[in-house]
């Protein structure tokens, strides 16, 4: 079956913009994460939703960070008033369950300039 | 929290050589998790140990979780280039929750 998609794979705004970032998992999958990737650094956790329970914020960095998601279906990550640290590969994730093994999305690349 | 360590960061091997990487857990943890991530790709899932002591092995990657469950690795033979790559280890501990490592990021030299 298909995998998790992310839209878009490339984007490119200027400081102080808002963007929006979609994910969307795979099918049967409840639970879905964000994370963030400096180029060459690791995986930094952003936030995580399992079904309809309160979703797990604490990787978010700032309050220009926020992500929805409506039952187990298509997330959104917004930041706003981008600033160029923002600049970094968002990826997504889901699995069936918390703690199961995770599929990753092909990433969007944000660059703020 | 909860922290997971891998090292070395940086792995150079010279093509044909064996290496081994190393991932700690700061806490027991109910099971690993071990993903690839290639050049400009993204994170694959490769193997999920569970079992205290476990070893499995995939063609030239082996696997182990440690005795005590805190602790794994990592070790491939006979390195070839398309071994290139990160590799993060994620351990999986209290609640479920996933904690990646930093990775290992591995370059062979031909």
């Known amino acids: 079956g298909a995998g998790v998609s992310q839209s878009p794979s490339n984007k490119v705004t200027e400081k102080g913009k808002d963007v929006e970032l979609r994910c969307d998992p795979i099918?049967?999958?409840?639970?879905l994460y964000w994370y963030r990737q400096r180029l060459g650094q690791g995986l930094e956790f952003l936030i995580y939703?399992?079904?309809?329970?309160?979703?797990?914020k604490s990787g978010l960095p700032s309050d220009r960070f926020s992500a929805e998601r409506t039952g187990e279906s298509v997330s959104t990550l917004t930041i706003q008033r981008t600033q160029q640290e923002d600049s970094a590969v968002y990826l997504c994730?889901?699995?069936?369950?918390?703690?199961?093994?995770?599929?990753f999305g092909p990433g969007t690349r944000l660059t703020v300039t | 929290g909860q922290q997971v360590m891998q090292i070395p960061q940086y792995q150079h091997v010279q093509e044909g050589e064996d290496f081994t990487t190393y991932c700690n857990s700061s806490?027991?943890?109910?099971?690993i998790q071990w993903y690839k991530q290639r050049p400009g790709g993204h994170p694959v899932f490769l193997i999920q140990?569970?079992?205290?002591?476990e070893v499995k092995k995939q063609k030239r990657l082996t696997f182990q979780f440690g005795e005590a469950k805190k602790n794994s690795s990592l070790h491939i033979t006979a390195t070839q280039t398309t071994d290139v790559g990160t590799y993060f280890c994620?351990?999986?501990?209290?609640?479920?929750?996933?904690?990646f490592g930093g990775g290992t990021r591995v370059l062979v030299k031909p």
């Open positions: 939703f399992q079904g309809n329970s309160a979703p797990d």
């Open positions: 140990l569970v079992k205290s002591g």
């Open positions: 994620a351990g999986c501990a209290a609640g479920n929750k996933l904690t």
């Open positions: 806490t027991t943890l109910s099971n």
């Open positions: 994730a889901s699995s069936f369950n918390r703690g199961n093994e995770q599929y």
């Open positions: 099918s049967g999958h409840t639970a």
